[in-house]
């Protein structure tokens, strides 16, 4: 699709979360919440919908939820209610979901982006989850139920966003508070976080015109595809007199494409009505506030703490804070090194590559073989002189492919750095014999030159001469002839 102008246009786009809660077991019955076991081996009568089986819901899902509208801002209500929302599937076995219609147990709240825009929460509301239906093209659709009846919040925001980019900040602020918070490990790999888009386009000053949603968004960069062509295809509709129409889209990554689903339907053509098997729940004031004490301190507040208390830049604490286990590792680092900058540089490059190459972005820093105390131990070798930063490298990644203490590892290689000035000074005399010119450049203030020199000394010394010391010695030498 040739890309139009978006000068005449204004892009409204609104989002439906759905994030699986980390509790034991589903909402409303006994059976395990767990990914990845065999198919329809975490199943019983309720979740399988058989007739007569009885819901009783799982208070834990609340207490998680309830973390979750603290950490957005938004009001928790006393008493909520359950509805049944009607639709034939062959996911959904008892022909409707449970959910919160009518009475949600949260409303209002919103999150901040970077721009100061204010992106409002309209709602959050808790249900159970569908089974996963699984289209083969040679055995038919197969369904497996574990995932029935697992927790889910889902948060619907106002039409707030205007970008593909502001969708995307908006949905990385939430799913840093649904980690923070401890509500859901947000695996969207495994489905635990699942996003829905509402796009539409109009000009400026316009009232809204027709939305298409856009289903069972589960990655970021599908997101940020799939909106990019969405608002495009409805630009050029508009342009050539077409016609968009409300629908369900889905996003088919393999032709960089959406394509219809199914007509989009409205909150009639589900027959709400009240769940009469569960009654109304709620979590009165004490209980509210103790599960508010409770929270940790959320990312935002965490990246301008670092950046006030530890000097770092905007960028580094966003990286930090990208999940609430790296921001500890990086803190417990720093307090046990002393240098917070020092922590952030390593952590932010050698510690997230070697993540990234060992286990890809799925691997979790709790995994990650150096913990805080033994980084601490390398960088604290570094700062006082034992290890340059090659060797400190070197000591850092023997320890991630064998393991050991780090002053053993140093040992063992014989990494200590050298350095005696005897020594320095004549690996430095032997690297100035025959470079004059090299030498007048240093004189005549062109210290970059020195950089031709620093290769013999760190050759000879088999890279453990201090390159500070190495550099005095050099201006020293050179001065004084």
Known sequence: MKPLTSDNWEVVIGLEVHCQLRTQTKIFCGCANRFGAEPNSLTCAVCSGQPGAMPVFNRAALELAVRVGLGVGADIAPRSTFDRKNYFYCDLPKGYQITQFAQPYCSGGGIQLSSGKFVRLTRIHLEEDAGKA??????GTLVDLNRAGVPLIESVTEADMSSAAEAVEYLTALKEIL????????????????????????????ELRTKVEIKNLNSFRHIQSAIDFEVQRQMALYESDGKVVQETR????????????????????????????????GMDAAAV???????????????????????????????????????????????????????ANWIANDVLSAIKETGGESRRIAEFPIDPENLAAILKLQSNGTLNRNAAKQVFTTILEKGGDPAEVVRELGLEQVSDAAELES??????????????????????????????????????????KVREIFIKLIQAE
């Open 289 to 343: 506030e103790a599960q508010r004490q409770s929270l940790p301190e959320l990312p935002a507040k965490r990246r301008a703490r670092f950046q006030s208390e530890c000097g770092l830049s905007a960028y580094d604490a966003g990286v930090l804070c990208a999940s609430r286990e790296l921001a500890d590792y990086f803190e417990r680092t720093a307090e046990l090194c002393g240098d917070p900058k020092q922590a």
């Open 250 to 281: 889905l996003w088919d990554p393999d032709k960089s494409q959406t394509r219809t689903m199914r007509g989009k339907e409205d909150a009639h053509d589900y027959r709400y009505f009240p769940e009469p098997d569960l009654p109304a729940m």
């Open 179 to 206: 980690e923070y918070t401890g509500a859901s490990d947000c695996d969207m790999e495994k489905g635990s976080l699942r996003c829905d888009v509402n796009i539409s386009v109009r000009h400026p000053g316009e």
């Open 134 to 139: 699984i289209h083969d093209r040679g055995q």
């Open 427 to 468: 690996w430095c005399r032997t690297a100035l014999e025959g470079r004059e010119a090299i030498a007048a450049d240093v004189r005549a203030g062109k210290l970059k030159a020195l950089g031709a020199l620093m290769g013999p000394v760190m050759a000879a010394s088999r890279g453990k001469a201090d390159p500070a």
